[in-house]
DNA sequence: ACGATCAATTTTGTATCCAATGTCTGGAAT
DNA sequence: ATTCCAGACATTGGATACAAAATTGATCGT
């Protein structure tokens, strides 16, 4: 079926290609959980050889995304609700001490205005009073760009990648809409201002506190959102931006 | 050079052996950091082609091991002492939030029964007033186990995961003797009990509290020895023991 | 009729081959 | 003498072809 968009990824090799491709087919939820990755097929259908597709698929194994099993093949990994916690569990603390190390070695001037440019313009954003479907895309920009900014600044390179691992798991992504609520997002919202505040005061504990809360909720928000749909509801893809892959 | 042992890694399929291998090497030391592999080499020496080589390279990239440039090939990634210390702040908070879990839930009486036989092992090889050499592969074996049983029981996949890649690091992995002053390794041991009671008690606070101060501690006194000989010390390979890839 | 065994087909894993890209060396021009 | 360019070499990326393993189906036996 689709082939493969012609100058896809610009990563240059076509492996990094075929592998942001069926991330991004999975993640999308055109391969149901537990559909089984037929080499040949797959190799047709995306125009490419099947050595490179194996090296892509080997990625997404050890991204967790797809399992392996040797002569048995490839397989799309399906995840329940307890992955989906345990994910949010682990990201709210990486986060979090991620907020710590920032706040107590204290943010560079151009990251702190960084953080306060995404206040502002979440801000420009919510300030219509509802958050028009059209600036949602802008929106989760500007929400992944604080978190990554924060992260990026806690200086533990790990905890960036644990964390944009996390951010992989099909329903936890952040391509998925849970901000229908206006209240919703308006806390969370002020949420960040508060963390954006503990960090120019270097509160460690308080940033790393608020951070967990922020993080922890918003799971929780997800979760209930998607128990309330019934399980095997797939996430609705958004916006047409790619994710920005490895966090920095 | 060195060829791929006949039966190597057992998991049939030669790219998995070959990723073993590499991995083995790497950790060992064999391919200092930043040493460029050319894969057509490479394959020669392990006796493979080079297309199970690079599938195994793709994972080792994944896997943080070596790193990777379009047409530039794979080379040995470079850990410096910053790493370190970011690997292991990360596996403290980590292995606190699997111990606070698993005292939250309460340990079923098989896992306590593990826990308490490890702690039992530990006393018995550190009775001796001293700790044999010989003894140091089944002390090492027990710390991992015990650690090990406790992410488990935690019950947050992520964790043994992420934990698991912490281990992956050159310098940070548990190859690595540091328990050459018996204080010290005493004070480990009592960690172990005390830790134990927490869990037994569900008392999620304090075993969190427990588990990241000994772990913490342990990064503390690594670091400190790693950076006493030198940065460019390359870890000496203790036993003859596989660590277990994936944690359960 | 049900089960087991065997064979054929499908699918994965590996090796070899070709193309594309990067690097290095040598020379020439400034 | 130094720097820049060009061509050859080496190395990586991808495709095709081949072998081994597994699953499926059918057939034979009980």
Not at 2 to 28: F, K
Not at 157 to 183: C, K, M, Q, Y
Request: some cysteine; hydrophobic content about 45%.
């Amino acid at each position: 079926m689709s082939e493969l968009p012609p100058g896809t990824g610009g990563h240059g090799t076509s492996t990094q290609a075929v592998a942001d491709a069926l991330r991004e087919r999975i993640l999308e939820g055109t391969f149901p959980p537990g559909a089984v990755l037929r080499q040949d097929a797959l190799a047709q259908a995306l125009g490419v050889s099947r050595t490179p597709l194996r090296t892509a698929l080997a990625e997404l194994a050890r991204d967790g995304l797809v399992t392996y099993e040797v002569n048995r093949g490839y397989a799309v990994r399906a995840f329940d609700l307890d992955d989906v916690r345990a994910a949010f569990e682990v990201r709210a603390t990486l986060e979090a001490l991620a907020c710590r190390r920032a706040a107590e070695r204290g943010l560079p001037p151009a990251a702190l205005a960084r953080l306060a440019a995404c206040v502002t313009r979440g801000e420009a954003i919510l300030g219509k009073g509802r958050l028009d479907p059209s600036d949602l895309p802008d929106y989760r920009r500007m929400n992944v760009e604080f978190h990554e900014a924060i992260i990026a600044a806690g200086g533990n390179p790990w905890v960036a990648e644990f964390v944009g691992r996390t951010r992989n798991v099909p329903l936890a992504s952040d391509r998925v809409i849970l901000w229908e609520d206006h209240g919703i997002i308006l806390r969370s919202h002020d949420d960040h201002r508060r963390i954006l505040r503990a960090l120019a005061d270097r509160d460690g504990h308080r940033a790393a506190g608020l951070m967990w809360e922020h993080v922890t909720r918003a799971g929780e928000i997800l979760v209930a959102h998607i128990a309330a749909r019934g399980q095997d509801v797939v996430p609705r893809r958004v916006g047409a931006d790619a994710t920005k892959g490895d966090a920095a």
